[in-house]
């Protein structure tokens, strides 16, 4: 027996046909004496320190069938790729999918007794591993198999020996019993009566419940959703509901839908559980389409992102992306988000004004849809934009130029919503807060994003609440269903998600007010600090982009600049050390937008150069050089660098 000791996900990538899987890392001496025959030699594979530790652990529970070690496994593998399989790991999304999919599935839970008492997955066999391993025939070899364990170290084990054993359609469950409850989904308890089963609808009975004010819940993965969806559908993977449950409306019903309706099942399942009168869509959004109903694509827009992390999501647009028009499509506008994406029911959800103000009041999305609306064009900007910059580094997302973006928000203006409510004389602050809630610093206690803005500033501003972005209802990551917009300011202003507008009498001292978005420097042994306000004054050169080859000869430089104190005035682009040249401004100065721009130049030696671009805005302030450094990383906005090769 060939007893590979590497890590799983190695093992599952890539090993020897016929080799049993026992990593080091999980219960090793219980699994090898489940796995393991008395009567059989065991050649080891892996490394010289994964064989010696496993040798010595074998030993150690009195195997002494050792009979070598196969040590260059990367020499074999290619070598012989005859010899080289890989393990089929399925997500609990995929197993739901295959569940609804394929009848015949074998389901096998590989776990001890006292495990599978508390808990298994509807329609599993439970045979332990032990058991399963001695006695493979019990299942038929002629349908697909998929096992799991507790979390998915012995599953894999058991996988592999069916495959050892001739079982061509095996797989197991990554992340196992845990992952699968975790999310929410129904298990079989012992004592649990057995439930009802789900109710499904077909495409146009579902369609006619959205009309009747169903919600449409959506739990594939964002790359299906890009490729296509339901305009009204909410987005929600899987494994995400759970978590969210609190969120979704106790008085409406709510229509699952995933692919196929394999996971949609499971969803709607675990929902009724919890109370919800939910419903599958038989057949999934594949059933939609046949219907004839609308279905929606993001299109080739999703490719201009730069995914910086998933949890939470953040991401920037990519300097060729920028290329366009006045605005950017809301597929490629960035996203910073400080907390995990809260979904609200735009049915249920409204927007709370109090505090020191004379007539407290609630607002549905239906009465500030019913308000007097105002359309402004205004470019959004990370704080942190370009903080890959500073030398030395500092803490936080490592932005490079894409973290700005440019839209078209519709809204009701927020000086009307703070004259209809009345602000006291001894307002001082205006408090925004979002749904977005969770753990920062040494807080013990989960805080919300919150920030705030002078009165004056609130009270005489062009600033909007959104509910709307490039003439489409507000996408869910920029804040659905209402974000403030301040134009001119760091995005952070922003508040998205908005649920609450506080008049307070004294300075704002919250976490994103005090502690972060603030400049931070020491001068002279004495620690300063400003708040992050205005957009400083920025220019990115998006044609020609950075290592492009070009040929010596005429050339275009094209880019765009903005500034949050005043319009662009001029925008000047070097070549390597040579004089500033003025590039020509395309179309009308805008007060809150970005500003396009272009150059047309020569280049006439080969090699190695640079561009250069630098902004300045009609209040005459200029970019600098070098960044001026602060401890958070914020306002980096010096000169950009663009190498070329000239040929």
């Known amino acids: 027996m060939l007893l590979d000791g590497r890590e799983p996900v190695e093992f599952a990538a890539g090993h020897v046909r016929g080799s049993v899987s026992m990593g080091l890392r999980g219960p090793f001496a219980e699994c090898a004496g489940a796995v393991l025959a008395p009567d059989r030699d065991v050649v080891l594979v892996g490394d010289v320190g994964i064989a010696d530790e496993a040798a010595a652990r074998l030993s150690g529970t009195g195997y002494d069938r050792v009979a070598g070690q196969l040590d260059d496994l990367a020499s074999?593998?290619?070598?012989?790729p005859e010899l080289v399989e890989a393990s089929s790991r399925l997500s609990i999304e995929q197993l739901a999918e295959l569940q609804r999919l394929e009848p015949a599935l074998q389901l096998v839970d590989v776990r001890t007794?006292?495990?599978?008492?508390?808990?298994?997955?509807?329609?599993?066999?439970?045979?332990?591993?032990?058991?399963?391993?001695?006695?493979?025939?019990?299942?038929?070899?002629?349908?697909?198999?998929?096992?799991?364990?507790?979390?998915?170290?012995?599953?894999?084990?058991?996988?592999?020996?069916l495959q050892a054993a001739g079982f061509t359609e095996v797989a197991d469950l990554a992340g196992g019993y845990r992952a699968w409850e975790d999310a929410g989904l129904r298990v079989v308890r012992e004592a649990a009566p057995e439930s009802a089963a789900v109710p499904e609808v077909g495409a146009r009975a579902a369609a006619a419940l959205l009309d009747a004010g169903a919600l449409l819940l959506d739990?594939?993965?964002?790359?299906?959703?890009?490729?296509?969806?339901?305009?009204?559908?909410?987005?929600?993977?899987?494994?995400?509901?759970a978590r969210h449950r609190d969120d979704f409306p106790q008085d409406r019903r709510i229509v699952v839908v995933c692919r196929s309706g394999g996971r949609s099942a499971a969803v709607a399942e675990a929902l009724r559980t919890w109370g919800f009168d939910a419903v599958n869509l038989s057949g999934g959004l594949t059933a939609w389409a046949l219907a004839g109903l609308p279905v929606l694509s993001t299109g080739p827009g999703s490719a201009g992102l730069v995914v910086h992390r998933t949890d939470p999501l953040n991401c920037e647009t990519s300097?060729?992306?920028?290329?366009?028009?006045?605005?950017?499509?809301?597929?490629?506008?960035?996203?910073?988000?400080?907390?995990d994406t809260p979904r609200l029911d735009?049915?249920?959800?409204?927007?709370?004004?109090?505090?020191?103000?004379?007539?407290?009041?609630?607002?549905?999305?239906?009465?500030?849809?019913?308000?007097?609306?105002?359309?402004?064009?205004?470019?959004?900007?990370?704080?942190?934009?370009?903080?890959?910059?500073?030398?030395?580094?500092?803490?936080?997302?490592?932005?490079?130029?894409?973290?700005?973006?440019?839209?078209e928000w519709t809204g009701v203006p927020l000086a009307e919503i703070l004259d209809h409510a009345g602000l006291t004389p001894e307002a001082v602050e205006i408090v925004f807060r979002g749904a977005d809630h969770g753990n920062v610093g040494d807080a013990a206690d989960p805080i919300r994003f919150e920030r705030s803005l002078p009165v004056t500033d609130a009270s005489q501003s062009s600033s909007l609440l959104a509910y709307a972005m490039n003439g489409e209802a507000l996408p869910l990551e920029h804040g659905y269903p209402l974000r403030l917009i301040v134009p001119g300011w760091y995005a952070v202003a922003s508040v998205k998600w908005l649920t609450e507008i506080e008049a307070?009498?004294?300075?704002?001292?919250?976490?994103?007010?005090?502690?972060?978005?603030?400049?931070?420097?020491?001068?002279?042994?004495?620690?300063?600090?400003?708040?992050?306000r205005l957009q400083h004054v920025r220019s990115v050169i998006t044609q020609p982009s950075a290592g492009q080859q070009i040929a010596a000869g005429d050339l275009v430089v094209r880019g765009v600049a903005w500034s949050g104190a005043a319009p662009i005035d001029k925008v000047e682009v070097s070549i390597g050390s040579g004089p500033w040249q003025s590039a020509r401004l395309i179309g009308q100065r805008h007060r809150h937008s970005w500003q396009w721009w272009e150059l047309l130049t020569q280049i006439d030696s080969s090699g190695e150069t640079t561009l250069r671009a630098r902004a300045t805005d009609l209040a005459g302030r200029t970019q600098p050089e070098r960044p001026h450094w602060n401890r958070l990383g914020y306002g980096a906005n010096a000169i950009q660098n663009v190498s070329l090769l000239v040929r």
């Open 319 to 339: 300097i060729p992306a920028l290329i366009g028009g006045v605005v950017m499509p809301n597929a490629r506008f960035y996203v910073r988000n400080h907390f």
């Open 504 to 532: 307070i009498g004294s300075p704002f001292t919250g976490f994103f007010q005090a502690q972060r978005y603030v400049y931070e420097t020491e001068r002279d042994g004495t620690v300063t600090r400003e708040p992050v």
């Open 219 to 241: 739990v594939r993965e964002p790359g299906e959703w890009q490729a296509g969806h339901v305009a009204q559908a909410l987005l929600l993977p899987m494994g995400q509901v």
């Open 346 to 407: 735009p049915v249920s959800w409204q927007l709370e004004v109090k505090g020191l103000v004379e007539r407290p009041h609630r607002l549905s999305l239906r009465d500030l849809h019913s308000m007097r609306s105002e359309t402004l064009v205004a470019t959004l900007e990370c704080a942190g934009n370009g903080r890959s910059a500073f030398d030395p580094p500092t803490d936080g997302e490592q932005w490079q130029l894409g973290a700005a973006s440019t839209a």
């Open 76 to 80: 074999v593998l290619t070598a012989r």
């Open 113 to 161: 007794p006292a495990e599978t008492a508390q808990g298994t997955l509807p329609g599993a066999r439970e045979i332990p591993l032990a058991s399963l391993t001695k006695l493979p025939d019990a299942l038929d070899r002629s349908a697909p198999v998929v096992v799991y364990s507790a979390g998915g170290y012995r599953s894999l084990i058991a996988a592999s020996v």
